[in-house]
């Protein structure tokens, strides 16, 4: 037979030998040229567009999941406490001035920033305000008295981590944002009458709401760092 050193088929045979005794690095980094080569336009082989697509595949389809299955728990997280602020509102709600405040809205709030996120937080807030006008559970004071709380003390987490900011968070936000907010509300969407309604009319009467909410929220949320519950939570929603 004829020897790989020599004859007119000694290049073939060189070549063969090289792509042998190739390293796994090159290989490596002809898959990712040719999955690359599927956005870029390029036609490289066939043989190396289906090693490449069949070696990121699997990491993709991984990374895909994780983070749908992710979403999917918010998304269930986030159904819960909207349900329970909705249903909350039908047996604790004190009237004031022509709206309802209801601390189980508030207490939510806190809970929503602690597990899912500031924008979470304001997604659950104005959907269960919607909920409460529709059911007839609550009125417009609704959107302002929740929106502003969920989204203040949302922030205060993601960013401090500290669950005193959180309900300082929540506090300020409802009580004087909120609370400023409703009186245009109450005047222009409401039909009530400028002059029996002071413009910081509903700044007390949301202090007192959202403070009865936040501290329960801040209870529940203590017991479950005390017993290492909250990390996991967070940790199976991450």
């Known amino acids: 037979g004829e020897r790989p050193g020599s004859g007119p088929n000694s290049q073939r045979w060189e070549a063969v030998f090289r792509r042998e005794r190739r390293p796994a690095s090159l290989d490596r980094t002809e898959e990712a ?17 289906l090693r490449a697509f069949c070696a990121v595949f699997p990491r ?31 047996f604790i709600v004190f009237p004031v001035f022509g709206s309802k405040c209801a601390p189980v809205q508030h207490m939510v709030n806190v809970l929503c920033a602690v597990l899912l996120g500031p924008w979470w937080g304001v997604g659950v807030a ?17 959107f302002p008295g929740s ?14 981590k500290n669950l005193i900011a959180t309900v300082v968070g929540e506090v300020f936000g409802t009580s004087i944002l909120g609370g ?11 039909g009530k009458s400028a002059a029996d309604i002071a413009f910081y009319a509903y700044i007390v009467p949301f202090l007192i709401s959202t403070a009865v909410g936040a501290v329960i929220a801040g209870a529940v949320v203590f017991s479950l760092q005390r017993s290492g519950a909250l990390r996991s939570m967070q940790n199976s929603l991450s």
């Open 60 to 90: 993709l389809k991984k990374e895909f999941y994780t983070m749908n299955q992710s979403n999917v728990k918010k998304l269930a997280v986030a159904g819960l406490l909207c349900a329970l602020a909705v249903v909350g509102s039908m």
């Open 180 to 190: 400023l907010c409703a009186w245009p509300v109450a005047i222009f969407l409401m």
């Open 126 to 142: 104005f959907v269960a305000s919607l909920l409460r006008n529709l059911l007839g559970l609550g009125s417009l004071m609704a």
């Open 147 to 160: 929106m502003f709380g969920a989204l203040l003390c949302g922030l205060a987490y993601h960013k401090t």
């Open 33 to 49: 040229n040719a999955f690359s080569a599927l956005f870029t336009g390029e036609k490289p082989r066939e043989r190396e567009t």
